[in-house]
């Protein structure tokens, strides 16, 4: 029996009534942009198709319904530990599975293990398709013959890396703490998809033969395939690579069990944090019901954003807390929701709770207002409709809905149930489960010589529950592989590059009256007009002023402006880099006049002293949450060492700057910068979407009629050339009770420029997952769970830095090997081959379609182009000048800067495990607090 295609289902049209006096953005066209058609194999895998031929590329989504809900007792973590698996290597392709893709210009790779599933996915041009198909076939068919011991316990040691990378983050702990205490013990979601060490530990071989063989089958997948395709095509693929795959056998279904708390309860649990946080959750419904889709219109309004109803209470009247959110997650068995708040310094946490008592017993009495339902609305269908913009969310949504629900088009159908929702049912659904029992955590700074893992293990959660339904089983035994079309094995389809060259839309610039520059390409058929107003000077600019001034002036550009845009079915947000700072918007095309007013408003308009103390209260949280990582220490003090102090870019190494510098910022600081940096003719505009050259030049001279620029000319940011010694210098950063040391290495390099050897170097050497540092300590040994790192992107002079969070017991090992790969590089001995550098300048190039699919990369890569310099073609001539780098040079690029510019290390974790290690390989190791500070 062949299989054929069920027939086209396009999704149908909601319209949103009008917010205020403003239109809400409609969403006809979201039906289009997720219209699909699937089959089913008679093997009974299910292939859904979505037909875009906007790009030449393919985003494909294999999904598996199996997760950590489906592990049984003593085999916790076992759905994420085989994620890991299915990367290494099949029968017939025996390699990893990430050095195939990079080869073929595969872009977004990756995977994710949840509750209810384990996905893989990918983008790939179109000529690439066949061989993507190829591996993934041979993946879910073939994948047991090289599983062997070796390649269990280097996937089981990367795993657990992972798990303390996250784990030493702030707060990190919240979210298993809060399973254990939202659903009984013998609920599918009482444990996270981590899972307990020991179970990982006890795990053999044959147990996960066992898993593959019982959840891995064609019957249990789904195959979504998104782009550049015909149903046609897709079905016949779908036949030729996976039609003679095994269906596996019966499928056990866990069941929606959703278990109300019985009584309210509360908890308390400590991590390395400074900012005070209570998380109020409660069980509810799963996705896919008209309660969830409720219940998630009402927590945006009460949590989600500075328009919420919690963040006017406690963050902007009461000020109480500096910032608050919500969480719903999407879920197939049961769903929860949380509400967080962050307990401002010197706030009463009994104050906090309550104002949330009270905002939460006047919104189930009252229930929302019409504006707050409609831009609660607005902001759920633009952010879904922007999302579809790229081809490989769509692939998502559809294999989600599919594989979890059976319907490829569930997330289109949430989108209508909160779309048809009104203030009542919102308020009905509110009081039905936000009055019943809930469970209110509160996470308090750790004292010294905290045992976190103690305080877990401690800590047993609900007990067992009655009423767990019974799993359903899904017979298999009508089912059966295809024998027939089956494909070649032996040999990976190859790719057939296109005639077509890659193609990047033309880049337009010119000068504006008051001294602004226009930079801009057109996106046609684009819905949304992005923006971004560039002001020169940056968190670079704070030399000779307090440290964080520039971050702490663009954040109070936010504010009104943020609620502002929301109305406009857009998005407003600020931010700073070493060279410049940043306003952006993203707003719908029909209100790109209203939004360029906007961001001019924001600019110009005024501050007080209120919105100096609330802004002052969030970044004092921010900044104590952004130094207790040990990414976050490492990455400013590596800049503050290379530079120096006396540096701009020194400086501004914690562009957050400090409590001390914090508290003491006023109006006149503020004004001060704003005056000097935030002015027209310190401005460059860029702008992408469905917008004219000549028509985005009229509308911005149209806005800035009246924003007339100073007298006094913009200030120069003293940069200067940096010369560091020769050799290894280094330094370590105490952080007690950190599972995991944290090794950045890093070097001066020269300013960007048209010369990407030194930038592909770096991918090749120490970023990309098949770079040789990762191969080495991931792939290979199983020490951390990941290097990344590369070229820095500031206008002046550069750094190359990467960093390697690794097992601290392992940390001067890591160390070794990585001085090893540095020498060998160095001395001439191995460099790196014309292999190693093709691959990557093959796959990046072949990958940049997909790369630079949306016009959110669009604007990210062409604001990039302009800070750094670069000509204004330099996206459309890339793939020409990728093709000409040869690896001599490529390597010799690095070679230099490593023999001649010296290299600091900077390595934080616990002191009293590390320090010895450490030793052995710098016996001159200096002991530096988080600002750089000789400590001992």
Excluded at 47 to 70: Q, T
Excluded at 164 to 193: E, G, K, M, W
Excluded at 289 to 310: E, K, M, P, Q, V
Excluded at 597 to 625: E, K, P, S
Aim: hydrophobic letters at 45%.
């Amino acid at each position: 029996m062949a299989a054929s295609f069920s027939g086209t289902a396009l999704l149908r049209v909601a319209i949103f009534a009008s917010l205020g006096v403003l239109a809400v953005w409609p969403v006809a066209s979201a039906a289009d942009v997720l219209a699909y058609r699937n089959l089913r194999l008679p093997n009974g895998l299910k292939v859904v198709v979505h037909e875009d031929h906007s790009a030449p590329i393919v985003s494909l989504a294999v999904w598996y319904r199996v997760g950590s809900a489906d592990e049984p007792a003593g085999r916790t973590g076992f759905a994420h530990l085989f994620e890991h698996l299915m990367f290494r290597g099949s029968k017939h392709y025996n390699a990893p599975f990430l050095d195939a893709m990079q080869d073929m210009g595969g872009g977004n790779v990756n995977a994710d293990t949840s509750f209810d599933h384990t996905a893989y996915y990918a983008t790939v041009p179109t000529v690439a398709l066949d061989r993507a198909l190829w591996l993934e076939s041979d993946r879910m068919g073939h994948l047991l013959d090289p599983l062997d011991q070796a390649r269990l316990t280097t996937e089981r040691a990367v795993v657990r890396n992972e798990r303390r990378d996250t784990l030493d983050l702030p707060y990190a702990r919240i979210h298993p703490h809060l399973l254990r205490h939202l659903f009984p013990a013998n609920h599918p979601y009482h444990h996270d998809v981590d899972g307990h060490a020991a179970d990982l530990d006890n795990v053999t071989v044959e147990d996960a033969r066992a898993w593959f063989r019982n959840h891995y089958g064609a019957a249990n997948a789904t195959l979504v395939m998104a782009g550049d395709i015909t149903p046609e095509a897709a079905r016949e693929k779908a036949m030729t690579y996976f039609g003679d795959l095994a269906p596996g056998p019966d499928l056990v279904r866990q069941q929606p069990w959703v278990v109300p708390l019985r009584v309210a309860a509360r908890g308390t649990m400590h991590d390395h944090i400074t900012t005070r946080r209570i998380v109020r959750a409660w069980p509810i419904p799963e996705a896919g019901t008209d309660a969830a889709a409720r219940l998630r219109l009402a927590a945006r309004i009460l949590g989600d954003g500075t328009a919420s109803r919690l963040h006017t209470r406690l963050v902007v009247q009461d000020r109480v807390a500096s910032d608050v959110s919500a969480y719903v997650p999407s879920l197939a068995l049961a769903g929860m929701l949380w509400l967080i708040v962050d307990v401002a310094e010197g706030a009463d946490s009994a104050a906090v709770e309550s104002a949330l008592d009270d905002e939460l017993r006047r919104f189930v009495a009252d229930g929302p207002d019409s504006d707050e339902m409609a831009l609660a609305q607005v902001r759920e269908n633009s952010d879904f409709l922007a999302g579809t913009e790229r081809m490989d969310t769509k692939a998502r949504r559809l294999a989600l809905g599919q594989a979890l629900h059976d319907d490829p088009g569930e997330e289109w159908a949430a989108q209508l149930r909160m779309a048809h929702a009104d203030a009542e049912s919102v308020r009905r659904e509110a009081a039905v489960w936000l009055t019943r029992p809930s469970y209110t955590l509160t996470v308090l700074p750790a004292p010294e010589e905290f045992d976190a893992e103690a305080e877990d293990a401690s800590d047993a959660g609900l007990g067992i529950a009655d009423g767990q339904p019974a799993p359903a089983v899904v017979a298999t035994g009508a089912l059966r592989a295809s024998h027939g079309w089956a494909v070649d094995r032996q040999v990976p389809p190859p790719v057939v590059e296109s005639a077509a060259d890659f193609s990047f839309p033309a880049v337009h610039r010119r000068r504006l009256r008051g001294g602004s520059t226009l930079v801009s390409t057109q996106r046609t058929g684009s819905p949304f007009v992005r923006i971004n107003f560039l002001f020169g000077g940056g968190s670079a600019g704070d030399f000779g002023r307090l440290p964080g001034t520039a971050l702490f002036t663009m954040s109070l550009l936010g504010g009104a402006a943020t609620m502002q845009a929301n109305r406009l079915g857009a998005t407003f947000e600020t931010g700073c880099e070493v060279d410049a700072c940043m306003v952006g918007l993203r707003v719908p095309r029909e209100r790109l006049q209203a939004g360029l007013a906007l961001m001019v408003d924001a600019i110009r308009h005024g501050v007080g002293q209120d919105d100096i103390d609330r802004v002052r209260t969030q970044r004092l949280a921010a900044t104590d949450t952004g130094t207790t990582t040990s990414f976050g220490i490492a990455h400013g003090l590596m800049n503050r060492l290379l530079f120096g102090n006396s540096h701009p870019y020194g400086f501004a190494a914690f562009p957050q700057g400090t409590r001390e510098s914090l508290q003491a910022l006023n109006a006149d600081a503020v004004g001060a910068y704003r005056r000097d940096y935030l002015r027209r003719d310190n401005l460059t505009v860029v702008m992408v979407g469905d917008v004219t050259h000549e028509e985005g030049a009229r509308l911005l001279e149209s806005a800035f009629e009246k924003w007339m620029p100073p007298a006094t000319p913009v200030p120069s940011v003293p940069v200067h050339v940096v010369t560091r010694e020769v050799g290894d210098t280094a330094y370590l950063v105490d952080r007690p009770g950190a599972r995991q040391a944290h090794i950045a290495v890093g070097s001066l390099a020269p300013p960007a420029g048209d010369d990407l050897n030194l930038d592909l170097a770096g991918e090749v050497f120490a970023d990309l997952p098949s770079s040789r540092l990762n191969a080495n300590l991931r792939q290979d040994k199983g020490w951390s769970y990941g290097v990344a790192g590369g070229m820095s992107r500031q206008g002046g002079q550069r750094t190359f830095t990467f960093h390697a969070p690794v097992q601290a017991d392992r940390t001067a090992d890591a160390v070794a090997e990585i001085r090893r790969e540095i020498s060998a590089l160095v001395d001439g001995s191995a460099p790196l081959s014309e292999t190693e550098v093709d691959s990557v300048r093959t796959g990046l190039a072949r990958s940049l379609t997909a790369a630079l699919q949306t016009d959110k990369a669009v604007m990210l890569n062409l604001s990039s182009s302009v800070k750094l310099g670069r000509r204004d073609d330099f996206w459309q001539t890339l793939p020409a000048v990728l093709r000409g780098l040869r690896a001599a040079r490529v390597s010799g690029a690095l070679e230099d800067l490593l023999r001649t510019q010296g290299r600091t290390w900077v390595i934080v974790g616990d002191r009293g495990s590390i320090e010895a290690q450490l030793r052995q390989q710098f016996p001159a190791l200096h002991i530096v607090d988080a600002d750089g500070r000789i400590v001992d």
